[in-house]
Structures are given as structure tokens and as C-alpha cells.
């Protein structure tokens, strides 16, 4: 599956490669992220609160200061509308509070909509599963936290990991599922009704997810 990439503000190592039939994006002053790691460009889309320098992309798209969509999720939207169902974002998450909230947010909406959408920074990895389930082989460690978004969830179950459940309800309310651990075991996780927001290392999710 192609994967659309976006490079937002925040400062974080990009060592994804672009294959053919990718699609690399930078938002606003993630064009310079992009740059400073030797990553092609296809389009650079923001309001450039954050970034005024020079764009060396013959592809700029310029949004107004004022507007109600955030720079990240109008790129997010790009991708969407050119068919991407897998995306991946780089330097959105851990730096202003109200940001990461907002891109949490759009993780769960447009997973819902059957789109594959992850942040990602140095260490960490956040994502959504929506009446699905994700797989992680023997070899994941450290912690993973699972949290039911928006409602609540059913028919939840986690296997192969420190904490087991077996056909739960979580309420977005009562983290039940925070702080998991893996135990050298194949693990699944999965929800029949409701959305999940799934928390773990950046190492687990781009090396030891085998299934989502």
C-alpha cells in the first residue's frame, strides 16, 4: 500500500524512505524538517506562521491565516483526497498541548472513515482502530496503552500482553487500558463496536506491527 507522509512543525528524525507512489508533504515548517533530512518534497501546503524562509518545491499550496482547519489536517486532507488510505505523520505530537489534542482528534475521525492515520515522533507512536484489530509480533516491547475515544467502546479484547481483557467495554471516561506491557508474545488487540486510540513506541509500531 502507498503511504502518504507529512512532516509537520516539530523537530523529530525522518527515516522513513519514500518508495514510488508515495507522497511526502510538508506543512508549514515541516518543509524544513523535510529538508534538513534529504527528503524530496512533492507539496508544501500551510499559512506559514511558522516557517518564512525560502521553498525550493515547485508545488506550494498557501492557506489563509485565519481559517478553521489546522495546517497538519488540511495536509492530512490532501493526501485523503488523492487516494491515500495510509498516512503517517511525523512532528505533531508532543510539543503545544492543544495541538497534540487536536491531532488525537483527527487520528479517530478519519480513522473512521477507513483511513490509516499515525503520529509519530523520536520515541512514540499514536494511532486509531475502529471495529478492527492490530497485531504485534514476539519481538514488541516495552509499554502499550489502549483507551476507548469519543464513546464507549465494546467488544474489546487484548491478548498476548501483561493485562489481558476479554470482550470489555472501555469508557472513554475511565482509562482502564493505560500502561500494558508486552511479554515476548505475539499480541493482538482488537474492538467490535467503538474506536480505540492506541499508544506505544515508534520502534514497536514501524518494526513489530505485523497486522492492522
Given at each position: ?9 516539530l ?88 495541538h ?16 490509516n ?15 478492527s484489530?492490530?497485531?504485534f ?45 508486552f ?14 486510540l ?15
Amino acid at each position: 500500500m502507498n503511504i502518504c507522509y507529512i512532516a509537520c512543525a516539530l523537530d523529530c528524525q525522518l527515516d522513513f524512505i519514500k518508495n514510488q507512489g508515495d507522497l511526502v508533504i510538508g506543512a508549514d515548517r515541516g518543509y524544513l524538517n523535510l529538508k534538513k533530512h534529504g527528503i524530496t518534497t512533492d507539496i508544501v501546503i500551510g499559512d506559514f506562521d511558522s516557517y518564512n524562509g525560502d521553498i525550493d518545491c515547485n508545488n506550494v499550496k498557501r492557506l489563509p491565516r485565519i481559517k478553521d482547519f489546522t495546517d497538519g489536517e488540511v495536509a492530512i486532507l490532501h493526501g485523503i483526497e488523492k487516494g491515500y488510505k495510509k498516512i503517517v505523520v511525523y512532528g505533531a505530537i508532543g510539543g503545544a498541548l492543544d495541538h497534540t489534542i487536536a491531532n488525537i482528534a483527527h487520528c479517530a475521525k478519519y480513522t473512521k472513515d477507513g483511513i490509516n492515520i499515525s503520529f509519530v515522533d523520536g520515541e512514540n507512536a499514536l494511532f486509531c482502530i475502529s471495529n478492527s484489530r492490530v497485531c504485534f509480533s514476539s519481538k514488541a516491547k516495552g509499554r502499550i496503552s489502549v483507551f476507548a475515544y469519543g464513546e464507549k467502546a465494546e467488544g474489546v479484547y487484548e491478548k498476548g500482553l501483561f493485562y489481558t481483557l476479554d470482550n470489555a467495554t472501555l469508557d472513554p471516561f475511565i482509562p482502564l487500558g493505560v500502561s500494558n506491557e508486552f511479554i515476548g508474545k505475539d499480541s493482538e488487540i482488537s474492538v467490535k463496536n467503538g474506536a480505540l486510540l492506541i499508544y506505544t513506541s515508534k520502534e514497536n509500531f514501524e518494526n513489530h506491527l505485523t497486522k492492522r
